[in-house]
Protein backbone atom coordinates (compact mmCIF):
# COMPACT_ATOMS: atom_id res chain seq x y z
CA UNK A 1 0.00 0.00 0.00
CA UNK A 2 1.14 3.58 -0.71
CA UNK A 3 1.92 5.24 2.41
CA UNK A 4 2.55 8.64 1.05
CA UNK A 5 0.45 11.25 -0.77
CA UNK A 6 -1.10 10.33 -4.25
CA UNK A 7 -0.26 13.98 -6.59
CA UNK A 8 3.09 15.20 -5.95
CA UNK A 9 3.70 18.83 -7.62
CA UNK A 10 6.37 18.06 -9.44
CA UNK A 11 9.96 20.40 -8.42
CA UNK A 12 7.51 22.63 -6.46
CA UNK A 13 4.85 23.99 -8.70
CA UNK A 14 5.22 22.60 -11.72
CA UNK A 15 3.88 24.47 -15.04
CA UNK A 16 2.50 27.44 -12.63
CA UNK A 17 5.70 28.51 -11.04
CA UNK A 18 9.65 28.42 -11.66
CA UNK A 19 10.77 25.17 -10.24
CA UNK A 20 12.10 24.38 -7.36
CA UNK A 21 12.49 27.76 -6.02
CA UNK A 22 10.08 28.86 -2.68
CA UNK A 23 8.22 30.22 -5.35
CA UNK A 24 7.23 27.42 -6.55
CA UNK A 25 6.54 26.13 -2.88
CA UNK A 26 4.20 28.58 -2.36
CA UNK A 27 2.28 28.13 -5.39
CA UNK A 28 1.75 24.26 -4.73
CA UNK A 29 0.76 25.13 -1.52
CA UNK A 30 -1.79 28.23 -2.51
CA UNK A 31 -3.34 25.15 -5.18
CA UNK A 32 -3.94 22.52 -2.52
CA UNK A 33 -1.04 20.41 -2.65
CA UNK A 34 0.90 19.28 0.67
CA UNK A 35 3.29 17.29 -1.33
CA UNK A 36 6.27 17.80 -3.45
CA UNK A 37 9.13 16.78 -5.23
CA UNK A 38 12.29 19.32 -5.80
CA UNK A 39 16.28 18.31 -6.48
CA UNK A 40 18.81 19.23 -4.85
CA UNK A 41 22.45 19.25 -5.66
CA UNK A 42 25.70 20.28 -3.66
CA UNK A 43 27.40 23.81 -4.52
CA UNK A 44 31.55 23.80 -4.79
CA UNK A 45 31.47 24.64 -0.88
CA UNK A 46 29.52 21.51 0.05
CA UNK A 47 25.91 23.44 0.86
CA UNK A 48 23.29 21.83 -1.17
CA UNK A 49 20.51 23.70 -2.99
CA UNK A 50 17.16 22.92 -4.42
CA UNK A 51 18.20 23.37 -8.37
CA UNK A 52 18.02 20.50 -10.98
CA UNK A 53 20.45 21.05 -13.95
CA UNK A 54 24.14 20.51 -13.44
CA UNK A 55 25.28 23.28 -15.55
CA UNK A 56 23.84 26.83 -15.06
CA UNK A 57 21.85 28.78 -17.98
CA UNK A 58 18.59 27.46 -18.06
CA UNK A 59 17.13 28.80 -15.06
CA UNK A 60 19.46 30.96 -14.18
CA UNK A 61 22.40 33.31 -15.94
CA UNK A 62 25.73 31.35 -16.13
CA UNK A 63 28.05 28.56 -17.63
CA UNK A 64 29.60 27.30 -15.04
CA UNK A 65 28.25 24.36 -12.86
CA UNK A 66 27.17 23.73 -9.54
CA UNK A 67 29.75 21.98 -8.28
CA UNK A 68 31.99 25.21 -9.12
CA UNK A 69 29.84 27.47 -7.91
CA UNK A 70 30.05 29.23 -4.39
CA UNK A 71 26.06 29.15 -2.81
CA UNK A 72 26.83 32.73 -1.80
CA UNK A 73 27.34 33.72 -5.21
CA UNK A 74 24.01 31.08 -6.47
CA UNK A 75 21.87 33.02 -3.82
CA UNK A 76 22.30 36.00 -5.51
CA UNK A 77 20.95 34.64 -9.05
CA UNK A 78 17.26 35.51 -10.57
CA UNK A 79 15.77 32.51 -10.82
CA UNK A 80 12.38 33.47 -11.59
CA UNK A 81 12.54 35.40 -15.07
CA UNK A 82 13.68 32.52 -17.35
CA UNK A 83 9.71 31.92 -16.62
CA UNK A 84 8.29 34.80 -16.39
CA UNK A 85 9.23 38.67 -15.87
CA UNK A 86 7.33 39.11 -12.24
CA UNK A 87 9.31 36.18 -11.22
CA UNK A 88 12.71 38.03 -11.51
CA UNK A 89 12.63 38.26 -7.26
CA UNK A 90 12.95 34.36 -7.04
CA UNK A 91 15.62 32.95 -5.74
CA UNK A 92 17.48 29.18 -5.61
CA UNK A 93 16.75 27.97 -2.04
CA UNK A 94 19.06 26.38 0.34
CA UNK A 95 17.83 22.59 0.98
CA UNK A 96 17.41 23.80 4.72
CA UNK A 97 15.58 26.39 3.57
CA UNK A 98 12.93 24.47 1.67
CA UNK A 99 12.90 21.87 4.80
CA UNK A 100 11.97 24.78 6.87
CA UNK A 101 9.13 25.89 4.50
CA UNK A 102 7.77 22.18 4.36
CA UNK A 103 8.09 21.65 8.10
CA UNK A 104 6.21 24.96 8.63
CA UNK A 105 3.19 24.38 6.05
CA UNK A 106 2.89 20.82 6.55
CA UNK A 107 4.13 19.85 3.23
CA UNK A 108 5.19 16.19 2.77
CA UNK A 109 8.96 15.88 0.49
CA UNK A 110 10.20 13.83 -1.36
CA UNK A 111 14.02 14.66 -1.79
CA UNK A 112 15.13 13.54 -5.41
CA UNK A 113 19.14 13.57 -4.60
CA UNK A 114 20.59 14.84 -7.71
CA UNK A 115 24.20 14.59 -7.90
CA UNK A 116 26.61 15.84 -10.35
CA UNK A 117 28.91 13.98 -11.77
CA UNK A 118 31.61 12.48 -9.35
CA UNK A 119 29.90 13.76 -6.62
CA UNK A 120 27.15 11.26 -5.75
CA UNK A 121 27.84 9.71 -2.61
CA UNK A 122 28.71 12.96 -0.73
CA UNK A 123 25.77 14.71 -1.77
CA UNK A 124 23.66 11.78 -0.43
CA UNK A 125 26.01 12.08 2.89
CA UNK A 126 25.33 15.50 3.44
CA UNK A 127 21.49 15.57 2.40
CA UNK A 128 20.89 13.00 4.63
CA UNK A 129 22.58 14.65 7.78
CA UNK A 130 21.36 17.72 7.45
CA UNK A 131 18.09 16.10 6.95
CA UNK A 132 18.47 13.70 9.97
CA UNK A 133 19.94 16.66 11.52
CA UNK A 134 16.74 18.86 10.89
CA UNK A 135 14.34 16.14 11.89
CA UNK A 136 16.08 15.66 15.63
CA UNK A 137 14.68 19.29 16.29
CA UNK A 138 11.91 18.86 18.56
CA UNK A 139 9.96 21.10 16.81
CA UNK A 140 9.41 18.82 14.17
CA UNK A 141 10.02 15.59 15.39
CA UNK A 142 6.39 14.48 14.72
CA UNK A 143 6.56 15.63 11.19
CA UNK A 144 6.33 12.22 8.65
CA UNK A 145 9.90 11.99 7.50
CA UNK A 146 10.18 12.82 4.30
CA UNK A 147 11.42 10.33 1.25
CA UNK A 148 14.77 10.37 -0.34
CA UNK A 149 15.11 9.62 -4.30
CA UNK A 150 17.47 9.73 -6.79
CA UNK A 151 18.50 8.01 -9.90
CA UNK A 152 22.16 7.64 -8.54
CA UNK A 153 22.30 4.50 -6.02
CA UNK A 154 26.01 5.87 -4.59
CA UNK A 155 23.39 8.80 -3.26
CA UNK A 156 21.16 6.29 -2.27
CA UNK A 157 23.67 4.48 -0.42
CA UNK A 158 25.36 7.07 1.37
CA UNK A 159 22.32 8.66 2.24
CA UNK A 160 21.18 5.20 3.90
CA UNK A 161 24.48 5.30 5.85
CA UNK A 162 23.98 8.89 7.05
CA UNK A 163 20.65 8.76 7.98
CA UNK A 164 18.85 4.89 7.82
CA UNK A 165 15.38 5.36 9.20
CA UNK A 166 14.60 8.44 6.18
CA UNK A 167 12.88 6.33 3.66
CA UNK A 168 14.43 5.72 0.09
CA UNK A 169 13.03 5.32 -3.47
CA UNK A 170 14.84 4.33 -6.52
CA UNK A 171 14.05 6.61 -9.58
CA UNK A 172 14.97 4.39 -12.97
CA UNK A 173 14.03 6.08 -16.78
CA UNK A 174 12.94 2.69 -17.65
CA UNK A 175 12.79 -0.27 -14.57
CA UNK A 176 16.13 -2.44 -15.64
CA UNK A 177 15.85 -6.13 -14.53
CA UNK A 178 18.37 -5.32 -11.72
CA UNK A 179 15.89 -3.66 -9.83
CA UNK A 180 14.79 -6.19 -7.16
CA UNK A 181 18.45 -6.55 -6.28
CA UNK A 182 18.59 -2.61 -6.18
CA UNK A 183 15.47 -2.77 -3.72
CA UNK A 184 17.26 -5.31 -1.50
CA UNK A 185 20.50 -3.65 -1.35
CA UNK A 186 18.92 -0.55 -0.37
CA UNK A 187 16.13 -1.72 1.37
CA UNK A 188 14.32 0.67 -0.96
CA UNK A 189 10.38 1.02 -0.03
CA UNK A 190 9.33 2.33 -3.77
CA UNK A 191 10.28 2.70 -6.71
CA UNK A 192 9.53 6.42 -9.30
CA UNK A 193 9.48 5.86 -13.04
CA UNK A 194 8.93 7.51 -16.38
CA UNK A 195 5.65 6.69 -17.40
CA UNK A 196 6.34 6.77 -21.06
CA UNK A 197 8.22 3.76 -20.60
CA UNK A 198 6.32 1.51 -17.85
CA UNK A 199 4.48 -1.12 -19.36
CA UNK A 200 0.83 -3.35 -17.27
CA UNK A 201 2.89 -6.27 -17.21
CA UNK A 202 6.04 -4.63 -15.03
CA UNK A 203 3.59 -2.30 -12.98
CA UNK A 204 2.18 -5.46 -12.07
CA UNK A 205 5.28 -7.59 -11.09
CA UNK A 206 6.67 -4.28 -9.03
CA UNK A 207 3.43 -3.90 -7.21
CA UNK A 208 3.57 -7.99 -6.83
CA UNK A 209 6.69 -7.83 -5.15
CA UNK A 210 4.99 -5.58 -3.05
CA UNK A 211 6.48 -2.23 -3.43
CA UNK A 212 5.27 1.29 -3.95
CA UNK A 213 5.28 2.77 -7.53
CA UNK A 214 5.23 6.04 -8.32
CA UNK A 215 5.25 7.55 -11.89
CA UNK A 216 6.43 10.92 -13.11
CA UNK A 217 5.79 12.98 -14.92
CA UNK A 218 2.22 12.88 -15.10
CA UNK A 219 0.07 15.61 -16.47
CA UNK A 220 -3.02 14.00 -18.10
CA UNK A 221 -5.47 12.63 -15.97
CA UNK A 222 -6.50 9.81 -18.64
CA UNK A 223 -3.12 8.47 -18.37
CA UNK A 224 -3.09 8.56 -14.62
CA UNK A 225 -6.19 6.57 -14.42
CA UNK A 226 -5.11 4.37 -16.86
CA UNK A 227 -1.52 4.18 -14.48
CA UNK A 228 -3.91 3.62 -11.44
CA UNK A 229 -5.78 0.82 -13.08
CA UNK A 230 -2.26 -0.58 -13.89
CA UNK A 231 -1.53 -0.37 -10.28
CA UNK A 232 0.55 3.15 -9.92
CA UNK A 233 0.56 4.20 -6.76
CA UNK A 234 1.23 7.71 -7.08
CA UNK A 235 2.08 10.46 -9.52
CA UNK A 236 4.41 13.59 -9.58
CA UNK A 237 2.82 15.93 -11.80
CA UNK A 238 3.73 19.07 -13.59
CA UNK A 239 -0.25 20.38 -14.11
CA UNK A 240 -1.11 21.09 -10.48
CA UNK A 241 -3.99 22.90 -11.65
CA UNK A 242 -6.07 19.85 -12.72
CA UNK A 243 -8.63 18.42 -10.77
CA UNK A 244 -6.76 15.51 -9.25
CA UNK A 245 -9.79 14.51 -7.20
CA UNK A 246 -11.09 11.36 -9.07
CA UNK A 247 -7.36 10.48 -8.72
CA UNK A 248 -7.16 10.69 -4.45
CA UNK A 249 -9.91 7.71 -3.68
O1 LIG B 1 11.73 12.58 -9.07
C1 LIG B 1 10.98 12.41 -10.23
C2 LIG B 1 11.48 13.25 -11.39
O2 LIG B 1 11.68 14.56 -10.93
C3 LIG B 1 12.76 12.72 -11.96
O3 LIG B 1 13.18 13.41 -13.09
O4 LIG B 1 14.61 15.00 -14.27
O5 LIG B 1 12.42 15.76 -13.40
O6 LIG B 1 14.29 15.30 -11.84
P1 LIG B 1 13.64 14.93 -13.15
MG1 LIG C 1 13.26 15.62 -9.94
Given at each position: ?W ?10 G ?27 M ?33 F??D ?6 P???N ?7 Q ?6 Q ?18 T?K ?21 L ?31 W???V ?15 T ?22 D ?16 R ?10
Amino acid sequence: MWTYPKVIAHRGGGVLAPENTLTAFQCGLDWGFRAVEFDVMLTKDLIPIAIHDEKLGRTVVGKERVCNSLAQDLFQLDAGSWFAPEFSNSRLPGYLQVLEFCAQHGIWMNVEIKPAHGFEAITGKIVAEITHDFYQQTNYSSMQLPLFSSFKLDALRAAKLAAPNVPRALIYKRIPNSWQEDVRELNAVALHTNHKNLTAKMAKKVKRAGMQLACYTVNNLDRARMLSHWGVDAFFTDRIDLDWRSLLC
